[in-house]
């Protein structure tokens, strides 16, 4: 097992990581007085799969366990479903000491965590991460949110779980396409925070592939690790923190318009790294060589590295819902692997002559 801390200042709080940790919820919780009562929100797939240890976990920490089901992946992340949870809450009279717990993927603790962040203002919350995107990167920072029609995330809060449960026994039962959707968000902190990592999974990914519960400890302390830090120095993505968008302003554009029925969010970042890599040489903020080196990482991690892009017009527009937004389009660029910035001067023209090069749809 591997403790990695969050600092926050005042808000500090321990990811756990390791085999078995969710049948041991209730030796990790840290001291919630007055809670008599943990919801968990998780979709059917979920609850078959790993429901049962976490409800004896919690039992075992005193608390009583009710389950609140929820639609499976994006579907979950609605104002509507939003709106019937905080309503479920209520009518079982939840008060402000009890506990919410989110199980699954990065969706339910995105829905799981704003329900939390805003019934009565606050109540405490847990994150028990199912999937690999959502314990290497989801599940951790403090983000929650619903979507809209027009864009992704962009209704939501800063609120920090109480503590995180990254049980690497999950990840074994996982559909292949899941498990390496979130190779992308691993692949994401290789390129940007630790060349460690990236030198590693471009000697040997056949541990990460193979699903070996060792090495995913090991790899997901070290994601977990990189982001306690950058979380810790900014906490509310005002500076260095939005280099964890890299890949993210291209993803969460195709997911939209692609209803969030299309790619998966990891399917959807990979393809934003090419494009980021390759509008970093474009500029020349990059060397040649970034584009090649992303594209044989990804492929290397059974991640698609080209495909059909939706048209050009509907992309720009699409960018322009992006929350990093801000007199411009801004982007996470690389000027080379474990050296990201952000810009917020690049043109329409460069945009387009990117998509051009990636085949999008005239």
Same mark, same amino acid.
């Given at each position: 097992m591997v403790r990695v801390t969050v600092p926050i200042p005042g808000k500090a709080y321990d990811v756990v990581i390791g085999t078995g940790v969710l049948a041991e919820a209730g030796e990790h919780l840290p001291s919630l007085p007055g809670a008599r009562r943990a919801f968990v929100m998780a979709d059917r797939a979920v609850v078959d799969r790993c429901f049962r240890p976490l409800a004896s976990g919690l039992a075992a920490g005193g608390l009583?366990?009710?389950?609140?089901?929820?639609?499976?992946?994006?579907?979950?992340?609605?104002?509507?479903?939003?709106?019937?949870?905080?309503?479920?809450?209520?009518?079982?009279?939840?008060?402000?000491?009890?506990? /919410?717990?989110?199980?699954?993927?990065?969706?339910?603790?995105? =829905?799981?965590?704003?329900?939390?962040?805003?019934?009565?203002?606050g109540v405490p919350f847990v994150q028990a991460p199912t999937t690999l995107l959502a314990q290497v990167?989801?599940?951790?920072?403090?983000?929650?949110?619903?979507? =809209?029609?027009?864009?992704?995330?962009?209704v939501g809060t800063f609120a920090q779980p109480r503590l995180v449960l990254a049980d690497v026994d999950a990840l074994g039962?996982?559909?292949?396409?899941?498990?390496?959707?979130?190779?992308?968000?691993?692949?994401?902190?290789?390129?940007?925070?630790?060349?460690?990592?990236?030198?590693?999974?471009?000697?040997?990914?056949?541990?990460?592939?193979?699903r070996d519960p060792a090495t995913l400890e090991w790899?997901?302390?070290?994601?977990?690790?990189?982001?306690?830090?950058?979380v810790a120095e900014?906490?509310?993505?005002?500076?260095?923190?939005?280099? =964890?968008?890299?890949?993210?302003t291209l993803g969460h554009a195709l997911e939209r318009l692609e209803a969030f029925e299309g790619r998966t969010h990891g399917e959807a970042i990979a393809l934003g790294m090419v494009f980021a890599a390759r509008l970093?040489?474009?500029?020349?903020?990059?060397?040649?060589?970034?584009?090649?080196?992303?594209?044989?990482?990804?492929?290397?991690?059974? =991640?698609?590295?080209?495909?059909?892009?939706?048209?050009?017009?509907?992309?720009? /527009?699409?960018?322009?819902?992006?929350?990093?937004?801000?007199?411009?389009?801004?982007?996470?660029?690389?000027r080379d692997v474990g050296d990201p910035l952000v810009v917020a001067d690049v043109t329409d023209e460069e945009l387009r002559a990117t998509m051009d090069e990636m085949g999008a749809n005239a």
């Open positions: 009583d366990v009710v389950l609140l089901t929820v639609p499976s992946g994006e579907e979950a992340k609605t104002l509507q479903v939003y709106g019937t949870l905080v309503h479920q809450l209520a009518t079982q009279e939840a008060h402000r000491d009890d506990l /919410v717990v989110a199980l699954g993927g990065g969706a339910t603790g995105d =829905l799981a965590g704003f329900v939390a962040s805003t019934y009565m203002r990167d989801a599940a951790v920072g403090g983000k929650t949110a619903v979507n =809209l029609p027009e864009g992704k995330n962009l039962s996982l559909e292949e396409r899941i498990y390496r959707s979130g190779l992308a968000e691993v692949a994401k902190y290789a390129l940007t925070l630790d060349t460690d990592l990236l030198e590693m999974l471009e000697a040997d990914p056949r541990g990460v592939l193979a790899l997901v302390a070290r994601c977990v690790s990189a982001k306690a830090r950058t900014d906490e509310h993505d005002a500076g260095s923190r939005l280099f =964890l968008n890299y890949g993210h970093s040489e474009r500029r020349g903020t990059a060397s040649p060589g970034l584009a090649g080196r992303t594209t044989r990482l990804l492929s290397s991690l059974g =991640l698609e590295v080209d495909g059909p892009l939706p048209a050009p017009d509907d992309l720009l /527009v699409a960018f322009r819902m992006d929350k990093k937004f801000h007199d411009g389009v801004r982007f996470v660029l690389l």
